[in-house]
């Protein structure tokens, strides 16, 4: 399904009533409801870029068209809509959605990373720019986190030239948090404490797509990105603490509450399992940068993110 509102006869864009868009969108975005796909869309349109915003709802996208960017209602499973909306697109952002009441999520995210790749080949779209994750050199034992080692199996050989960006645990993560911390100073997580890890703000690896998406470099590359330092749970507690002005003490909950927890959340057995399964990974040191890639450090930190969490 599709709406450029739509799509015209020759496959050009159209916005509603405001007549013909050029086909020539020099930028598509997918995820831009999101938090990487904001910065990704918001960056290109500072810099001055033609944007096309990729979503679901068009309630969604009025804010976009404020903002002067083109909005595509469509399903990245629809690969003839997608296939239209990407052709003679110089780069073009993507990200595996979640679908978390699928009861066999790897085959249900295998099939929709088979419809972006399928798009990108029959459109010839120049630059491809595809969040993953750390860990994603792993062929098994990383639970969730398969998710984006299939995405990246299926969706280079599609692509002219494509920029991987391998995240680490995102910083914005702990905002599942903030109620809890609010009401009884404690923070509760699933990772180990007092054991550093690599995290990374949402808004850093927005930027750092959207710079691999105005410098392109040919054939495939793999950046690996984490924030300004690695963080312990007990240094979000203190940044926690810092911002709120009061006690805020970290309690570790066993992984064998992952799966009724993540259950109560109307997630699917399977989803929640992988949840599980991806935790013990990071906690057991599995999921660690490859180190064969370009290394990067964002400059958002910790205390920046749980500033912008609480004043949400």
Wanted: with cysteine; aromatic share 6%.
């Amino acid at each position: 399904m599709l709406e450029m509102r739509s799509c015209n006869k020759t496959g050009a864009l159209t916005n509603g009533g405001l007549g013909v868009i050029s086909k020539l969108t020099m930028f598509v975005v997918a995820g831009a409801t999101g938090n990487t796909g904001q910065v990704v869309a918001e960056s290109l349109l500072a810099q001055g870029k033609q944007v096309t915003v990729l979503v679901r709802d068009a309630s969604k996208g009025e804010s976009w068209h404020a903002k002067g960017a083109t909005v595509a209602v469509a399903s990245l499973e629809d690969v003839e809509a997608l296939t239209a909306i990407l052709s003679g697109a110089e780069g073009a952002y993507f990200l595996t959605p979640p679908n978390n009441r699928a009861s066999d999520y790897l085959p249900d995210r295998a099939r929709l990373s088979r419809g972006i790749a399928n798009a990108v080949a029959k459109s010839g779209v120049q630059n491809v720019v595809l969040l993953s994750s750390i860990g994603a050199d792993r062929t098994d034992g990383i639970g969730l986190l398969m998710v984006n080692r299939n995405a990246e199996a299926i969706i280079t050989p599609a692509a002219q030239n494509i920029t991987i960006l391998r995240a680490a645990y995102f910083l914005e993560n702990w905002g599942a948090s903030v109620r809890a911390v609010r009401e009884t100073g404690v923070l509760y997580t699933f990772l180990t404490p007092r054991r550093r890890i690599p995290m990374v703000s949402a808004i850093d690896i927005g930027k750092l797509a959207a710079e691999s998406l105005l410098k392109p470099k040919p054939g495939k590359r793999t950046l690996e990105l984490s924030g300004p330092q690695e963080y312990e749970p007990e240094d979000i507690a203190q940044a926690f603490e810092a911002e709120l002005g009061k006690p805020v003490t970290v309690q570790a909950r066993p992984l064998e509450s992952v799966q009724p927890m993540f259950a109560g959340f109307g997630f699917s057995a399977d989803v929640a399992s992988l949840y599980r399964d991806m935790y013990e990974a990071v906690n057991s040191g599995l999921v660690a940068w490859e180190g064969s890639g370009e290394s990067h450090r964002g400059t958002v930190t910790g205390r920046d993110v749980v500033k912008r969490l609480l004043a949400r």
